[in-house]
């Protein structure tokens, strides 16, 4: 980092539910083209486009989280989200740790499906303001982002990693494997605490 520029901080949003290597990948190479210095994970609460499913306690998707993330020691883990009553918005996450860290630049990191939906964002308008956005391409996703004002959101192809947590929790719940999809202390944080017995969606 020199000295004269404001750190870069990437802002990975996620339910987590589990996190998984699709999750890592992507928060690695937006630090590496951007150059960012951090990169926190921010764990949703209550998700607002998941209210009708069912979703694992936050606590348990935190620690997931912290899990996935120790070893690398430009990843770290905020509670903003997981700690904030009510549902989960992007514009709140964002305010919230423009408060935390008011020396930094704001990278928000998301997939290609996610990004689609972005105009239906609570205060859509003030987000652009808040941080500079990252698509990340996804397999069986078209990454556009033609619909949404010029210059704000950037797009980065990353290495095709066809894994969603739905089908990590599908094949928990089927007990099939999901050793190399999930990290190896995922795998056994699933395993310990009965993660998705009965109840994948
Ligand atoms: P679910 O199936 O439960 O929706 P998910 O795999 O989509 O889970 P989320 O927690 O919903 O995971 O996603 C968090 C962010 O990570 C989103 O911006 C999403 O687009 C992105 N993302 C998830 N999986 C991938 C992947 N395999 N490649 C690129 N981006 C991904
Ligand atoms: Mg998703």
Not at 145 to 157: A, F, I, Q, R, Y
Request: hydrophobic share 40%; charged share 20%.
């Amino acid at each position: 980092m020199t000295a004269s520029r404001r750190p870069r901080l990437g802002v990975m949003g996620g339910t987590f539910d589990p996190i998984h290597h699709g999750h890592l990948v992507a928060a690695s190479e937006a630090a590496a083209r951007f150059d960012l210095d951090e990169v926190i994970f921010v764990p949703t609460g209550k998700p607002s486009f998941k209210q009708h499913q069912k979703v694992s306690a936050p606590e348990h998707r935190y620690l997931m989280t912290v899990i996935a993330t120790a070893s690398n020691p430009r990843f770290t883990v905020s509670r903003v989200d997981v700690d904030r009553p009510g549902l989960t918005y992007t514009v709140d996450t964002l305010r919230d740790l423009r408060e935390l860290r008011p020396e930094a630049d704001l990278y928000f990191i998301s997939g290609a499906d996610a990004i689609e939906q972005m105009l239906t964002w609570k205060d859509a308008d003030d987000l652009w303001k808040m941080a500079h956005f990252v698509a990340v391409s996804r397999p069986g996703h078209r990454l556009s982002v033609d619909s949404l004002p010029p210059g704000v959101v950037s797009t980065l192809e990353i290495p095709a990693l066809a894994i969603s947590s739905t089908e990590c929790r599908q094949r928990a719940e089927a007990g099939q494997p999901v050793w190399y999809l999930v990290p190896d202390g995922v795998v056994q944080y699933i395993a310990k605490h009965g993660l998705y017995r009965g109840s994948a969606s």
